[in-house]
């Protein structure tokens, strides 16, 4: 026995091997236990994620109508996207879309955040307001603004009146339909920005702030050098995370504008759900999606680069 | 906080008491402008559904109704097949909390806690898969329910969703802070694994069972975009379907009043389900937030 084990023990042991002695050793109850309670959602994890993921990557090759089996057809659907003024179109409105909304947003949840963070009576209440438009559902509340939006009879435009503004056509104008979907996403939005930040504001030492005092800084210069980067991780987690949903969000496109007028409010999600589901084109549909994912995993790791630079005890974590 | 400026100038004339008070008066109105502005499409909701069909289309807009139609949420609600999307909602947002719940919370013990080989790289896959977007997963995901006949089956909106990465993840991390010593004793005392999970995890992981199954509840509740792809005969919708084919259907003058009835009796259980659980919603985000930023 003892001599059988000993050259076995110095081969590297494959994974296989690592397994089956895993099975049959001291332990073989814990990892039978770890394999049994692991299951049910590795299932489901493989046969509802990693096979649709890796099937994606064979779809965006082919032409396929679900009518007929799929025709492989290479990188074809990519060189037709360089030439489709669609994908184009959608393309910049998605980058239109994220590069308004996403700032203001943050810009906007930063100053609740701090006008939040104080001991004072009711600011839970405030809180809970803020966040209400959040957990409400995209649907719902793209239905409301569209009424709201409404040119003529609208609430907008009727407070706007008051103040001596003749309010645009809104949804129904080329050059308004996406400030108006910009609006209603930050009035949406907001919540879970304010919230993150803010609780980034409450890890603050008071300490830090005293000390500031004494060394005789002033109300900008404490949130210059003390609240912005205690807070940078925070807003690093705030940036990251708006700027993936950005390029996601879908409802409010298709329910308070459905992408128009003349595809002004078309973002690449719209187009892709559009070509596969609507024009039945499933292939060119998932290499849209590719380009959707390469361009979030780009921004990712950008945000990730420049973290360094910026982002308080980065490379600490 | 150009208020907090303005208090700045201000000192000479004010002690630092006084200067405090006027600060939190500021803070407060800037809050209270700001609370207004967002509650003000829901009062809108509210308001405009109870006007008649008249009333919604006059000029200048009331904010409180003439005569408060009631009736417009019985009318809404038997317009279309409401108590039938309404009943699809609650299997649908049932059936994933559950299963989630369970899923989720039996993995993460076994990821947290149990040594076995290849467990460190699972997870790493899990945390991986994290960040694909949806919309990637929706074409194959879509073939894939035509390809088990679930395509206008309540079955594809939930069988494919009764387990979570990001439930698992969240659960994980949950459980790996509480002391081993807890487990150690019972399974002395001749527990075995399962009995160690069902009675001394479970009851320790409360707050992050409530925290998953309230961003469940939302998040399945609210989900719109996969059901608008499998979901299209009537019997199966689900609320937001049918809310949102409420409201495209309608013709020249459109009956703005039941359709903002609708929202209303959409958006409320949601709305309860916040204010109750707010406590477990705002731990969720902050604690996934950190996780997630550091």
């Given at each position: 026995?003892?001599?059988?084990?000993?050259?076995?023990?110095?081969?590297?042991?494959?994974?296989?091997?690592?397994?089956?002695?895993?099975?049959?050793?001291?332990?073989?109850?814990?990892?039978?236990?770890?394999?049994?309670?692991?299951?049910?959602?590795?299932?489901?994890?493989?046969?509802?994620?990693?096979?649709?993921?890796?099937?994606?990557?064979?779809?965006?090759?082919?032409?396929?109508?679900?009518?007929?089996?799929?025709?492989?057809?290479?990188?074809?659907?990519?060189?037709?996207?360089?030439?489709?003024?669609?994908?184009?179109?959608?393309?910049?409105?998605?980058?239109?879309?994220?590069?308004?909304?996403?700032?203001?947003?943050?810009?906007?949840?930063?100053?609740?955040?701090?006008?939040?963070?104080?001991?004072?009576?009711?600011?839970?209440?405030?809180?809970?307001?803020?966040?209400?438009?959040?957990?409400?559902?995209?649907?719902?509340?793209?239905?409301?603004?569209?009424?709201?939006?409404?040119?003529?009879?609208?609430?907008?435009?009727?407070?706007?009146?008051?103040?001596?503004?003749?309010?645009?056509?809104?949804?129904?104008?080329?050059?308004?339909?996406?400030?108006?979907?910009?609006?209603?996403?930050?009035?949406?939005?907001?919540?879970?920005?304010?919230?993150?930040?803010?609780?980034?504001?409450?890890?603050?030492?008071?300490?830090?702030?005293?000390?500031?005092?004494?060394?005789?800084?002033?109300?900008?210069?404490?949130?210059?050098?003390?609240?912005?980067?205690?807070?940078?991780?925070?807003?690093?987690?705030?940036?990251?995370?708006?700027?993936?949903?950005?390029?996601?969000?879908?409802?409010?496109?298709?329910?308070?504008?459905?992408?128009?007028?003349?595809?002004?409010?078309?973002?690449?999600?719209?187009?892709?759900?559009?070509?596969?589901?609507?024009?039945?084109?499933?292939?060119?549909?998932?290499?849209?999606?590719?380009?959707?994912?390469?361009?979030?995993?780009?921004?990712?790791?950008?945000?990730?680069?420049?973290?360094?630079?910026?982002?308080?005890?980065?490379?600490?974590? | 906080?150009?208020?907090?400026?303005?208090?700045?100038?201000?000192?000479?004339?004010?002690?630092?008491?006084?200067?405090?008070?006027?600060?939190?008066?500021?803070?407060?109105?800037?809050?209270?402008?700001?609370?207004?502005?967002?509650?003000?499409?829901?009062?809108?909701?509210?308001?405009?559904?109870?006007?008649?069909?008249?009333?919604?289309?006059?000029?200048?807009?009331?904010?409180?109704?003439?005569?408060?139609?009631?009736?417009?949420?019985?009318?809404?609600?038997?317009?279309?097949?409401?108590?039938?999307?309404?009943?699809?909602?609650?299997?649908?947002?049932?059936?994933?909390?559950?299963?989630?719940?369970?899923?989720?919370?039996?993995?993460?013990?076994?990821?947290?806690?149990?040594?076995?080989?290849?467990?460190?790289?699972?997870?790493?896959?899990?945390?991986?898969?994290?960040?694909?977007?949806?919309?990637?997963?929706?074409?194959?995901?879509?073939?894939?329910?035509?390809?088990?006949?679930?395509?206008?089956?309540?079955?594809?909106?939930i069988i494919p969703f009764l387990f979570t990465p990001w439930g698992t993840f969240l659960m994980r991390q949950f459980m790996v802070t509480i002391p081993r010593e807890l487990e150690d004793a019972?399974?002395?005392?001749?527990?075995?694994?399962?009995?160690?999970?069902?009675?001394?995890?479970?009851?320790?992981?409360?707050?992050?069972?409530?925290?998953?199954?309230?961003?469940?509840?939302?998040?399945?509740?609210?989900?719109?975009?996969?059901?608008?792809?499998?979901?299209?005969?009537?019997?199966?919708?689900?609320?937001?379907?049918?809310?949102?084919?409420?409201?495209?259907?309608?013709?020249?003058?459109?009956?703005?009043?039941?359709?903002?009835?609708?929202?209303?009796?959409?958006?409320?259980?949601?709305?309860?389900?916040?204010?109750?659980?707010?406590?477990?919603?705002?731990?969720?985000?902050?604690?996934?937030?950190?996780?997630?930023?550091?």
């Amino acid at each position: 026995m003892t001599i059988k084990l000993a050259p076995a023990k110095s081969r590297q042991p494959g994974p296989f091997a690592e397994i089956a002695r895993a099975f049959t050793g001291l332990r073989r109850e814990e990892t039978l236990a770890g394999y049994l309670f692991l299951l049910p959602n590795f299932v489901g994890f493989v046969v509802f994620m990693l096979f649709p993921i890796c099937f994606a990557f064979y779809i965006m090759l082919t032409e396929w109508s679900l009518s007929k089996p799929p025709e492989f057809i290479g990188l074809e659907n990519f060189e037709v996207m360089l030439e489709d003024r669609l994908f184009w179109k959608s393309l910049s409105n998605s980058v239109y879309y994220t590069v308004v909304a996403v700032p203001t947003g943050i810009f906007i949840a930063f100053w609740l955040a701090l006008a939040l963070n104080r001991k004072m009576r009711g600011i839970i209440f405030f809180r809970t307001i803020y966040f209400l438009p959040q957990v409400t559902l995209t649907v719902a509340a793209a239905t409301i603004w569209r009424w709201m939006y409404q040119p003529n009879v609208g609430l907008i435009n009727y407070i706007l009146g008051l103040f001596g503004i003749e309010g645009p056509n809104w949804i129904h104008h080329t050059a308004w339909a996406m400030p108006a979907v910009i609006i209603m996403s930050n009035w949406q939005g907001i919540g879970s920005a304010m919230l993150i930040l803010l609780a980034g504001l409450q890890g603050i030492p008071e300490e830090y702030y005293e000390a500031a005092s004494i060394d005789g800084a002033n109300g900008w210069q404490r949130m210059r050098f003390v609240t912005l980067p205690m807070l940078s991780p925070a807003i690093f987690f705030v940036v990251v995370t708006s700027l993936i949903g950005a390029f996601q969000s879908f409802d409010q496109f298709l329910v308070l504008t459905n992408g128009g007028p003349a595809d002004a409010t078309t973002p690449l999600t719209l187009y892709i759900y559009n070509s596969a589901f609507k024009f039945l084109k499933m292939g060119y549909g998932a290499a849209l999606a590719a380009v959707l994912f390469v361009i979030i995993l780009i921004i990712t790791i950008v945000q990730w680069q420049l973290a360094r630079r910026w982002v308080f005890g980065f490379e600490d974590n | 906080m150009s208020a907090a400026m303005g208090t700045q100038k201000r000192k000479t004339r004010f002690g630092q008491k006084e200067l405090l008070r006027l600060h939190d008066l500021l803070v407060y109105i800037v809050l209270s402008v700001v609370g207004i502005i967002f509650l003000l499409p829901f009062a809108w909701m509210v308001s405009n559904s109870l006007k008649s069909i008249k009333e919604i289309y006059r000029l200048p807009p009331t904010f409180i109704p003439d005569t408060m139609q009631f009736s417009n949420y019985i009318d809404a609600w038997t317009a279309t097949t409401f108590d039938r999307f309404f009943i699809n909602s609650v299997i649908v947002s049932a059936c994933i909390v559950l299963g989630q719940l369970f899923t989720a919370s039996l993995a993460g013990y076994s990821f947290a806690r149990l040594r076995y080989p290849g467990r460190d790289k699972i997870f790493l896959l899990y945390i991986s898969l994290l960040m694909v977007p949806f919309t990637v997963l929706m074409i194959p995901l879509y073939v894939q329910m035509r390809h088990f006949g679930w395509v206008n089956s309540l079955n594809a909106v939930i069988i494919p969703f009764l387990f979570t990465p990001w439930g698992t993840f969240l659960m994980r991390q949950f459980m790996v802070t509480i002391p081993r010593e807890l487990e150690d004793a019972a399974r002395i005392d001749g527990c075995g694994f399962f009995r160690t999970y069902a009675l001394i995890i479970l009851p320790l992981t409360k707050p992050a069972l409530a925290t998953l199954a309230l961003f469940t509840f939302l998040s399945s509740w609210n989900s719109f975009q996969w059901p608008l792809i499998v979901l299209g005969t009537p019997a199966v919708k689900t609320l937001p379907l049918g809310l949102y084919s409420f409201q495209a259907q309608s013709s020249m003058r459109t009956p703005w009043h039941l359709i903002m009835a609708a929202a209303t009796f959409v958006v409320l259980p949601i709305l309860v389900a916040f204010v109750v659980g707010q406590k477990y919603y705002v731990r969720g985000i902050v604690t996934s937030g950190i996780k997630g930023g550091g």
